[in-house]
């Protein structure tokens, strides 16, 4: 059976490794970055850079943006040298950034008017998952379409979960993310006070890791990125701060009281420690908040 030519819109630390997983399984990829030098560097037998994101629409039935924030991905659908503009009839845009549910919405319902579709299939799992072909990916959509480009989300995802119609795995992600922050926010605080005991951090993790409290963060991140000092899992604060701002988002009563304060603890990170900080430095600044030093 002959496989559908695509296109793939954002080439950064997770839309790299996403095309070459693409591109291996065969497929025909046309790419665009806004970094131009990103872009070509990706340029092979089953890779063709395009110079617009309409140029990329012009080649592609099936479409994958892979962006920052909803906003971008409006911008890359809607304008002048946009994706609409040049979309063929029955076109399919899979939205896998981690975007704004209302917003998506709105994006969905304008591909529809040009009589095509967009759906979101965000995805969890990190750089490392990204390029193994492991990321876990919610979809957001009809089950019709899923079963359509379903083949090409399991090139990139080990697990695909439909989680209902357009903008609730939009949704989802963030509300994986909550959890995930909230997590690793809880556990340095752990290991700061278990310090100050005189407990020491590298066993504190082995401990939680065999115990109740093992989390993502105690397995994957505390040694790795934070104890290591090296600090550069490949997801920005911002970013992380940007997706607690979706989930609470959620909280019409703002009750979720645990949330909130989340959410208030990494924003002001991000706001201390500036643009192009990795989330795993939290804990450094948790740690400078506390008075404690983590090593």
């Known amino acids: 059976m002959t496989k559908p030519q695509l296109g793939f819109i954002g080439l950064g630390s997770m839309g790299k490794p996403m095309v070459l997983n693409l591109a291996r399984a065969g497929y025909a990829v046309a790419v665009y970055d806004a970094n131009a030098?990103?872009?070509?560097?990706?340029s092979s037998e089953h890779i063709r850079v395009m110079d617009t994101p309409a140029a990329v629409a012009e080649h592609?039935?099936?479409?994958i943006t892979m962006l920052p924030t909803s906003a971008i991905v409006e911008e890359v659908l809607t304008g002048p040298e946009g994706v609409f503009a040049a979309m063929r009839p029955g076109t399919i845009i899979v939205d896998m950034s981690s975007g704004v549910p209302d917003m998506t919405k709105v994006l969905a319902a304008e591909a529809k008017k040009r009589d095509a579709q967009l759906?979101?299939?965000?995805?969890?799992g990190g750089v490392t998952r990204a390029q193994t072909g492991e990321l876990s990916i919610m979809y957001g959509g009809s089950d019709e379409t899923l079963k359509?480009?379903?083949p090409i989300l399991q090139v990139m995802g080990s697990s695909v979960a439909r989680t209902g119609d357009v903008g609730t795995a939009h949704a989802m992600k963030a509300l994986n993310n909550l959890v995930s922050a909230g997590g690793f926010l809880i556990g340095i605080e752990a290991i700061l006070l278990g310090k100050q005991g005189g407990l020491d951090p590298e066993v504190m993790v082995d401990i939680l890791n065999a115990s109740t409290g093992m989390n993502n963060s105690t397995q994957k991140k505390f040694k790795q990125f934070v104890l290591s000092g090296k600090y550069n899992a490949g997801f920005g604060l911002e970013l992380m701060v940007k997706d607690l701002g979706i989930a609470l988002g959620l909280d019409e009563g703002h009750k979720a009281q645990f949330?909130?304060?989340?959410?208030e603890i990494w924003s002001d990170a991000n706001n201390t420690l500036g643009k192009g900080a990795d989330h795993t430095e939290l804990a450094r600044h948790v740690s400078q908040s506390i008075g404690v030093p983590l090593t």
């Open 37 to 42: 030098q990103a872009a070509a560097q990706l």
């Open 259 to 263: 949330s909130q304060r989340c959410l």
């Open 148 to 150: 359509h480009i379903e």
């Open 119 to 124: 759906v979101d299939a965000p995805v969890s």
């Open 60 to 63: 592609a039935a099936i479409i």
